[in-house]
């Protein structure tokens, strides 16, 4: 009987940012799956709860070489230092409210557990996090459209991106009942990922390498020699993860062919980018 | 027995010990942990959760824009939960806007109109529907009784589809030309193909196939044409190696999105265009089989446009390089597969005539017409069939009169200059021209003026609340519609919208409410009106692609190329038509900025789409416009400015940004709305108040891309 | 009035002008209630927190009072296990100091939960590996024990030791008050600890990350170390304050002098460690990551190097060099400007290791983000302020606090009862 | 503190001899402290362990007996009612409109409940709002093909004999939580004998560790 979590998955995606239109469906998609809610003034973007939120990147130079890109940040899902499910926000939770699931690679936030204290929001340097400073509340009638799939939030807890997981819930469902052993690729995917427009978000499980998302991250499962805390690293020159270098181990890769939006994505001291810019896992793929 | 201390003390202990090895302790321990997961207590809370039950999805088509994107509408059981876009649909193909996927806010939307409402004073009184339909008709039969049936006047969004058909049914049974359209792609469209092609033709632009798009501020990824269709055409660039060139005064995301943005003056695009013809046919870049099509005004165009419009002068007025003008039309001339596009922003705004065909000009002469990855010039859709229209005596004198003006800005002008009553009595659907139209004031004193306005609505928007009489109608999730695809979309595509849930309120269908307007008409007007209801009618008039809408859900009109190369007319450019000037002698330029966030026409951006609004562009209540940091000297980022045009001042935010131009001002569009939805409302200015409206010489478009503006520290 | 409730042997105020002043630090505790219904009432929506800025304020407030409140701790240490017997003379006070700044730093973090009625769940459901569990286990036990260790002080009121019961009580529980000290300790040692380790484990905040030992960051070794070496320097300036209000003498020099010194040496011995720890941090453990040392003092409006120079060089190696150096420590002026710089220095820390973390931008194109906390954060931050001097005048009135006072007060007179 | 030390060590000296006395007395007050104590321990831990549990739920009659054994006997397994809809949910119980595959507004029987079942809510076209033992709160996802088709289990391991039974339980709601008193078990202890008798998350942990070799991570039942 002991076969439920024999087969360890990974979930994450890739940002194509050169298709990312920053048209924000992926925002409204997330909102409208996951019952989030939304007040009167969601000007402050540093009290507006959007799981998935895009922010736009510009080059820093003058006009008329100025460039733009937009970025989709949703939950970066983190497997933390070496990928041992450590992630920074999962262990500093003193209640056991968030966990990092070893089937799926998914971090989760349980809302009737958390209390608020807001150790992961401070953990977290996404700001993936978000906390709900207010009474969620509906205009009279509009909570006849809440899903009953994810719990609505109550005021004082933290909540997050989930990768939609119940939709894996669903999509496992279907497959206990027509006796099937695994899911298939486009049968769960993200609200944001189904949503895009652009086509820009490409979701699946990093550890089957018949999904697209595998190969178009080829993560190397080696640790980065230069940082044994990364792994995962792509081999995709074109490929990259936010702050990488701090060792969080991200499941959300973002693409771009321009190489200042690459450079965007982490830090790096005065000269470190030239050094550092050609090195992409263990093993150099040739890429056309 | 003496009772004493100790007695007491073993009392006591006694308790606490037998509750302690008692269950209580460790259940009620248990239980208060639940009671503080649960909602029982708390006002911070749901008082319910959402009901679970089985998992059900509607195909339907989303009507909120002229996109007619398929959605797929997930219920559980009875009760809408989610709007996706929906797989395989020949428009959008799985993808779906940020606008449609909150479509379900529309239902529960704040500003519903939950009854028929008559005005009585200043406000609103809710009445039955029998008495709001029989004094409808009974404020129209005074009018066609007075003899002069042209003074009922109609203002809708478009001029597809059969709700629209129905009005101007009612329209021409009734006795008056004056149907009014808002600005809208489709008509500029059609104005252009007409200009140049002759009657009854319209453009489309193959975006999907192209290999070299050159785009005259065209949105293409900012919500012009049909929106999910357009972001799909430009995703798939990456993999073609199809270029995007972006001509704008601004790093709109369309630019940014772009391989070269060519940020010209704002209102010197028709310059650009024609000068970049003068480049081609200076090198005979052009494709001779398509010069010999055009049959009038080509040798007068081309010495007009080789001396008016030589690289060198233009580079002066358009701020680009003459080596950049001279070398994007090569590019354009010598790609594959090149499109040329116009219509700024969304499409839905201001256009000048001369912008347009001078545009398109550029397509006629590298001769990418009704060829793959170009521009396709085809007979306007046709698939309504409706019934010839029994006219009366009244109504054949009525509608030969002549309209009262050519658009609805030289009608509502027209309104407002007469001392007598020229419109006696208006309907308005699906559009919103109080808050859409440049110089808002303008539009709300000719609502004002006109004796009686029908608005059938399903919110109390701007222009609903200038009514005398509201009919709240359905929203796209409660009724049957069909929806033509539009806007330069290279497939003609007929969707069909369907309920997806009981109405919420007390609402009709629009295509009901006109049908019972005109059954309560006189006879003469009643007799055109024998359907049973709209569903009836809907069927009837598109019974040639019926079968395919109800078991599809769409029918495709046409998906082909349209064969041959039709006819080309360049005489309206050859008289080298002045370009339209911005109004005002500030220093500055004002210009409407369209974003895919927020929604201008006759729906407002909903809750969520508000709430994905960048605070470099809503700033608490207050709209931040952009500047370039060269512009104004003294202003900082996020500084409080007072911005001033000749329409008027408004207090906004400034956001420094290298993304524009120096010298323009950029202010969103689809802000400042008045209504009572406070998600959505009364947040920032709405721009349509700064900027007048400008009409073009000779085609009486209004065509103000902009206003001059000053702004400075408030 | 209450006369009979007041020490034998020493002269207190008159009861109105005492209720007075009750009154008036009263109203600033009423203030502060007020905001704490408000925000119980209507939530955190009532500061000026946000997604960034998840703690603020009063967390640092919480920080500062377990540091400076330090001093109870390793004053007990001192005095029960390494048996410096001259420390008695202030440990009832420092106990004092102790339980207000512990039940005031319990108090803020019931404020600053969003769902404080699942408080609890920190120990019902708590995460072993979390520091923040650590810091509550830690906190509450050692609460207790301080309580425990103020009970006999109250036991000592006039009235109460009369009665036999407490008498006796008051008497058996000094006699164990090693043991207590001793788990006090211990306790101290990890929440202390453990409080350094929440920032210390952030690996996700540069900032704030650290490298460390086993499972704990050099952070974590650092607060206990800086809280034993500042704690002291507020028993001092507590009891100097406290001095100069009731106009008398209430500690020996001789009794001050050496806890000045015990705490000179813990200051400089800290701050050299702390140093060490700037510096490996600034050049090998920020470098790692992509950082630059001045990122984090450099394009704001607030942060810049002066914090870390105040921190580490005025109120670190000043303090700590003036009361190692016999002249300076002896001189009451310079020995007050030292434990004053000490405070506030160790009280920057606390500010640094969780304001300044929340305040640095990580990704590349975030930018800092820089709150001014609401008039309800103020009040509530102000409010264990109040309450800590109603506490002690109440203490200092009735009970036998300090035992010298009354040699060093009323040597040669016989005794007059107060009014 | 050595001053006070000192001052309570000389006044214990003084009293050393009323101790003595003081001991004497106690003997006698011990022993009645004693019966006191074990009256009141006795009192409390059994009004903790039988008064207790009355006072914290409430019975509710469902809205009509419901039984089972005779539904199984007529329709088949669970599953006739209690099925999987095509995407895989669990349907839960069933809606009227499956009750009316067979029943219709002819009574089936002569049973005052086929009469209240069919005047109240076949006529009526209501639901019928029976109150469900095993309903777990609302953060709570629960997959029954997961375990009934993926692990084989039998529904009797989590809901008992239920299918044999002929009467409808009353249903006992806990007046804190309002949740029905079958996840905490009808012992009060919370003490199990059958796998069927408590349905709380520890259970569920228990079952997954023991089958699964791991307890299960958050978002396996938490939503």
Known sequence: MKQENKKEHKFGMVIDLDKCTGCGSCMVSCMAENNVPFKEDESNKKDSITWMRVYKLTNGKDFPETEVVYMPRPCQHCSGKGGHGHSPCVSVCPATATDYGKDTGIVSQIYTRCFGCRYCMGACPYHARYF??????????????????????????????????????????????EEREEIEEMEYQTACTTACPAGAIVFGDLNNPEHEVTKIVKPDDHPDPRNPDVVGKSRNPKVFRLLERLGTNTKVYYLSEREWVRKAGDNYTEGEWETIKNHHGKTQISHG | MKVDRRSFLGLGIGAVAGIAVSPVGIKL???????????????WALDHPPLDGAIVYENSVCSLCPGGCGISVRKIDDRPVKIEGLADYPINDGGACLHGMSGLQYLYDPARIKKPMIKKGDSFEEISWEDAISLVAGKLSDVRKSGSPEKLACITD???????????????????????????????????????????????????????????????????????????????????????????????????????????????????????????????????????????????????????????????????????????????????????????????GAQSLKEMAAVHALNCLVGNVNKKGGVFVQDKAQYLEFPAVKMDGIASKGAAKARTGQYIGQMLDAVNASAEPVVEA????????????????????????????????????????????????????????????????????VGLTKPVVNPIFDTKNAGDCIIEIGKALDQAVAANFEWENYEDCLQAVTSSIWDSLSEEGYAVVSDTIPSGSPGVDVSFLAQNPATVQAQGDFNLTLIPVDNIRLLSGAIAASAFAIKTVSDTVLTKKETVVEINPLTVKGLKDKDLATLTTPMGSANVRVHLNEGIRPGVIGMVEGLGHTFDNKYVSNKGVNVNDLIGQVLEPGTGLDAAFGIKAKISRA | ????????????????????????????????????????????????????????????????????????????????????????????????????????????????????????????????????????????????????????????????????????LAHNMHGVMAVFAATGAFLSFFHQGSLGGVAGVMYGRPFAFREGLLIWPWTFFLFTWSAAAFGPCFTLLVTKITEAVTGKKLVSDKTVHLLAKISGWMITTYIIAKIIDTIYWATVTVPASGFTFSHFFSNNAFYGYWILFAEIVLCGVVPGLLLIYKPTRENSNLRLLAIILGVIGVC?????????????????????????PSWQEVATTILPVAYGIMFIALAYRYLPVFPQEKELNYPAQPVVEGE | MSAIENKSENRSTENAGEGVSEDTRDDKGLGLGVIFFLVA???????????????????????????????????????????????????????????????????????????????????????????????????????????????????????????????????EENRLTGYSRDIWGKNIFGIKKNSWDRMKMDDCAECHKERTGHQGYCFQCHK
């Open chain 3, 348 to 372: 920057l820390n606390r500010w640094v290791m969780v304001l300044q973390v929340m305040a640095v931008p990580v990704m590349s194109f975030d930018t800092w983000a820089l709150y001014i």
């Open chain 4, 41 to 171: 321990f006795v009192v409390c831990f059994l009004s903790g362990t039988f008064l207790f549990p009355k006072l914290l739920y409430s019975k509710k009659e469902q809205p009509f007996n419901f039984d089972h054994a005779l539904h199984t006997s007529e329709a088949g397994d669970c599953e006739a009612c209690h099925y999987y809809r095509e995407d895989g949910t669990y349907s839960g119980n069933p809606k009227l409109a499956s009750c009316l595959d067979c029943h219709s507004e002819e009574p089936l029987g002569e049973t005052e409940d086929e009469a209240i079942f069919v005047e109240e809510y076949v006529v009526k076209g209501k639901e019928i709002p029976w109150l469900v033992y095993s309903r777990q709160p609302d953060c709570v996802f629960f997959s029954h093909a997961a375990h009934t088709i993926k692990a084989k289990m039998d529904c009797v391991e989590c809901h008992g004999h239920i299918g044999e039974s002929t009467v409808s339980r009353p249903y």
């Open chain 3, 1 to 168: 009035m209450d006369s009979a409730l007041i020490p034998e042997g020493v002269k207190r105020t008159s009861f109105p002008k005492f209720f007075l002043g009750m009154a008036v630090v009263g109203a600033v505790v009423l203030w502060g209630l007020i905001a704490v219904v408000l925000i119980w009432w209507k939530g955190l929506n009532q500061t000026n927190m946000n997604d960034y800025y998840g703690f603020a304020l009063w967390i640092w407030a919480d920080l500062a009072v377990i540091a400076v409140g330090g001093g109870a701790f390793f004053t007990g240490l001192l005095k029960y296990i390494f048996k410096v017997d001259e420390l008695k003379n202030i440990i009832n006070f420092a106990v004092i100091i102790g339980v207000i700044c512990y039940s005031s730093a319990l108090f803020i973090l019931a404020i600053d939960v969003g769902q404080p009625l699942r408080s609890w769940f920190i120990f019902w459901h708590a995460n072993v590996h979390s520091m923040l569990t650590e810091v509550a286990f830690c906190l509450s036990c050692y609460f207790a024990v301080l309580v425990i260790e103020f009970i006999p002080n109250v036991l000592e009121n006039r009235q109460l030791n009369k009665v036999s019961f407490f008498h006796h």
């Open chain 2, 426 to 493: 208006l309907i308005v659907y699906n559009a919103n021209p109080c808050y859409s139209l440049h110089d808002t004031r303008r539009v709300k004193q000719a609502m004002s003026k006109i004796p009686f306005v029908v608005s059938i609505s399903s919110f109390l928007d701007e222009t609903a609340m200038e009514a005398d009489i509201i009919l709240p109608c359905h929203t796209f999730l409660e009724r049957f519609e069909d929806v033509p695809s539009s806007g330069g979309f290279s497939k003609t595509v």
């Open chain 2, 29 to 43: 321990t248990d239980d208060s942990s639940i009671l503080t997961q649960t909602t029982k207590l708390w006002p």
């Open chain 2, 158 to 348: 478009k001029e597809h589809g059969s709700v629209s058909g129905l009005l101007q049914h009612l329209l021409k049974a009734f006795g008056s030309p004056n149907f009014y359209t808002m600005p809208n792609l489709e008509s500029y469209l059609e104005t252009v193909a007409q200009q140049i092609h002759g009657n009854g033709k319209t453009l489309s632009f193959d975006l999907e196939n192209s290999d070299f798009v050159l785009s005259f501020g065209a949105g293409i990824i900012e919500g012009w044409g049909s929106p999910v269709a357009c972001f799909k055409a430009n995703a798939t660039r990456k993999q073609r190696h199809a270029k995007l060139y972006q001509v704008e005064a601004r790093l709109s995301n369309t630019a940014a999105n772009a391989n070269k943005w060519i940020p010209a003056v704002p209102g010197t695009e028709a310059d650009l265009a024609l000068a970049m013809c003068a480049v081609i046919l200076n090198e005979n870049l052009f494709n001779s089989a398509a010069t010999a099509n055009m049959y009038a005004g080509f040798s007068k165009f081309v010495s007009v446009v080789q001396t008016e419009y030589a690289p060198a002068k233009i580079a002066k007025i358009t701020g680009i390089k003459e080596d950049d003008i001279i070398q994007i039309a090569r590019e354009f001339a010598t790609a594959k597969m090149p499109v040329a596009v116009f219509g700024k922003g969304k499409g839905d």
């Open chain 1, 132 to 177: 709900n400073w207010w009474d969620p509340k509906w205009p009279e009638g509009m909570e006849n459209y809440l899903s009953p799939n994810v719990s609505p939030r109550m005021r004082g807890v933290v909540e997050k991106c989930s990768f939609c997981y119940h939709r894996y819930q669903l999509a496992r469902e279907k497959a206990y009942l």
